[in-house]
C-alpha cells in the first residue's frame, strides 16, 4: 500500500474527503519526523515506537574498487513494532477462494 491507497482507504471508512485526509496524514507524518529528527520517540500503544538511533563510524568496501573507505557516524530513524501489530502480522490466514493477490 503507498500513500495514495491510504489516502483513498481512510477516506473510504471515515467519510472525509480525500483532501482532509490527506492534510491530516501530511500533518501526521511530518510531525512525527519533527519528533524523531530532535532526538524524541514517537510511540503508539500496540502499533510501535519511532525513534532515532546513532550508528557508529566504520570502515567500508567500495564494491567496484574494493577500497577501503571511512563511512562517518550518524543517527538514523528506527522503528519497532508493538505486539498488537506483531500479533496480527503473525495470525494465521483465512483460506480464500479463488486466485491470491499477488506480492509485488
Known amino acids: 500500500m503507498n500513500k495514495t491507497e491510504m489516502i483513498d482507504a ?10 482532509d485526509v490527506a ?3 501530511n500533518a501526521y507524518t511530518d510531525e512525527i519526523v519533527k519528533a524523531v529528527a530532535a532526538g524524541d520517540d514517537y510511540v503508539t500503544v500496540g502499533f510501535g515506537k ?5 550508528r557508529q563510524a ?6 567496484s574498487t574494493g577500497a577501503e573507505i571511512k563511512i562517518p557516524a550518524a543517527k538514523v530513524p528506527k522503528f519497532s513494532a508493538g505486539k498488537a ?3 496480527a502480522v503473525n495470525a494465521p490466514k483465512k483460506a480464500t477462494k ?6 509485488k
Open 50 to 54: 519511532f525513534y532515532q538511533s546513532e
Open 23 to 25: 492534510k491530516v496524514i
Open 10 to 19: 481512510v477516506a473510504k471508512v471515515t467519510g472525509v474527503t480525500k483532501a
Open 85 to 87: 501489530f506483531k500479533d
Open 58 to 63: 566504520r570502515t567500508g568496501r567500495n564494491p
Open 98 to 103: 479463488g486466485a491470491r493477490k499477488a506480492k
